[in-house]
């Protein structure tokens, strides 16, 4: 028996990396009867049975999982914000981080195109940048155009399972490729033909980038807020979070009750307006989701 990592899951293979050989494996026949589906991100235990192949005898139990896209035990989530074209979408940049803290993952702000801003929308970047670090957001801003200029952000990927995330057009695979060259995800640079269908491919295969894994496609492409309820959304709010039961009624949602200690630190400035501002605009989203059956 040998301890490995599922890297990639191809047309009913799993291959798993152990030290630095990649085994193509099957799961065992009695996986799919218990229901057991075995994800790349997964430590397994294997069974070689050929000098690269083998078969999967256990799926250890997983920190974490997405289906979006299907990997397990995942650090942390990149989510990718361009300075420019789009324009830099807090509103956006906050739904992201209410999707990614709901699933107990860490997230990261990257923001590209710094080489794109104008003095006036660098301005405006600075004082975002400041504010989403004093939340205790991990935020870097920088461009893709030189992948010399980058390379520390290496330091962030080390031994750490990735995914990102992000709107179309944000720079996620020019991010990749410059980090790994040897990738060559297209960008809509050279594949603007190919359109959407660059990301449709439903395999997925964690690549290295510096001395980590990257989950190659992007995360989160359903941005709805099917599965979190009224409760649970200051949660995903660091800065409301910290004040939980604060507040004078147990259960406040913070919108129109008396003696609400998330409205008083917003008034005395220590919650910025537009953090509950969206956090009202989320909450609004969820109470009105119709009732499922
Ligand atoms: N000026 C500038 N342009 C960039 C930078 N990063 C990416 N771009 C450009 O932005 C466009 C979109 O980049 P992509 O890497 O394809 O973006 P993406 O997020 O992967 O987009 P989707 O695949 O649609 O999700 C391309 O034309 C890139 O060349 C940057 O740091 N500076
Ligand atoms: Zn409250």
Same mark, same amino acid.
């Given at each position: 028996?040998?301890?490995?990592?599922?890297?990639?899951? $191809?047309?009913?293979?799993?291959?798993?990396?152990?030290?630095?050989?990649?085994?193509?494996?099957?799961?065992?026949?009695? %996986?799919? +009867?218990?229901?057991? =589906?075995?994800?790349?991100?997964?430590?397994?235990? %294997?069974?070689?049975?050929?000098?690269?192949?083998?078969?999967?005898?256990?799926?250890?139990?997983?920190?974490?999982? $997405?289906?979006?896209? *299907?990997?397990?035990?995942?650090?942390?989530?990149?989510?990718?914000? @361009?300075?420019?074209?789009?324009?830099?979408?807090?509103?956006?940049?906050?739904?992201?981080?209410?999707?990614?803290?709901?699933?107990?993952?860490?997230?990261?702000?990257?923001?590209?195109?710094?080489?794109?801003?104008?003095?006036?929308?660098?301005?405006?970047?600075?004082?975002?940048?400041?504010?989403?670090?004093?939340?205790?957001? =991990?935020?870097?801003?920088?461009?893709?155009?030189? *992948?010399?200029?980058?390379?520390?952000?290496?330091?962030?990927? +080390?031994?750490?399972?990735?995914?990102?995330?992000?709107?179309?057009? !944000?720079?996620?695979?020019?991010?990749?490729?410059?980090?790994?060259?040897?990738?060559?995800?297209?960008?809509?640079?050279?594949?603007? @033909?190919?359109?959407?269908?660059? #990301?449709?491919?439903? #395999? !997925?295969? $964690?690549?290295?980038?510096?001395?980590? $894994?990257?989950?190659?496609?992007?995360?989160? @492409?359903?941005?709805?807020?099917?599965?979190?309820?009224?409760?649970?959304?200051?949660?995903?709010?660091?800065?409301?979070?910290?004040?939980?039961?604060?507040?004078?009624?147990?259960?406040?949602? #913070?919108?129109?009750?008396?003696?609400?200690?998330?409205?008083?630190?917003?008034?005395?400035?220590?919650?910025?307006?537009?953090?509950?501002? #969206?956090?009202?605009?989320?909450?609004?989203?969820?109470?009105?989701?119709?009732?499922?059956?």
């Amino acid at each position: 028996m040998t301890e490995g990592q599922i890297i990639k899951a $191809l047309s009913g293979f799993y291959y798993v990396r152990a030290e630095d050989t990649v085994y193509r494996c099957r799961g065992r026949g009695v %996986f799919r +009867k218990k229901g057991i =589906h075995p994800l790349v991100g997964d430590y397994v235990n %294997f069974d070689i049975n050929d000098p690269n192949e083998g078969y999967i005898t256990e799926v250890k139990p997983r920190k974490n999982e $997405l289906m979006r896209p *299907p990997v397990a035990n995942i650090d942390q989530a990149i989510i990718v914000s @361009s300075s420019v074209k789009p324009e830099f979408n807090p509103l956006l940049l906050d739904r992201f981080l209410v999707l990614i803290e709901y699933k107990s993952i860490k997230p990261i702000i990257f923001i590209t195109k710094a080489d794109a801003a104008s003095t006036e929308e660098k301005k405006i970047l600075e004082k975002y940048q400041k504010e989403y670090k004093q939340i205790g957001y =991990h935020v870097e801003w920088f461009s893709t155009r030189d *992948p010399k200029e980058i390379t520390y952000l290496f330091d962030l990927f +080390k031994n750490k399972i990735s995914v990102v995330a992000g709107q179309s057009g !944000v720079g996620k695979s020019s991010l990749l490729n410059a980090l790994n060259p040897s990738l060559f995800i297209k960008t809509d640079d050279i594949s603007e @033909s190919l359109g959407r269908g660059k #990301h449709t491919t439903r #395999h !997925v295969e $964690l690549v290295e980038v510096g001395d980590g $894994l990257v989950a190659d496609t992007p995360g989160f @492409s359903s941005l709805d807020f099917n599965e979190i309820n009224m409760q649970d959304l200051a949660d995903c709010f660091p800065e409301m979070r910290s004040r939980k039961g604060k507040c004078k009624f147990r259960g406040c949602l #913070h919108d129109r009750e008396p003696k609400c200690a998330i409205k008083e630190a917003v008034e005395l400035g220590k919650i910025k307006t537009y953090r509950y501002e #969206h956090y009202l605009s989320f909450l609004n989203e969820i109470q009105s989701r119709k009732p499922r059956y």
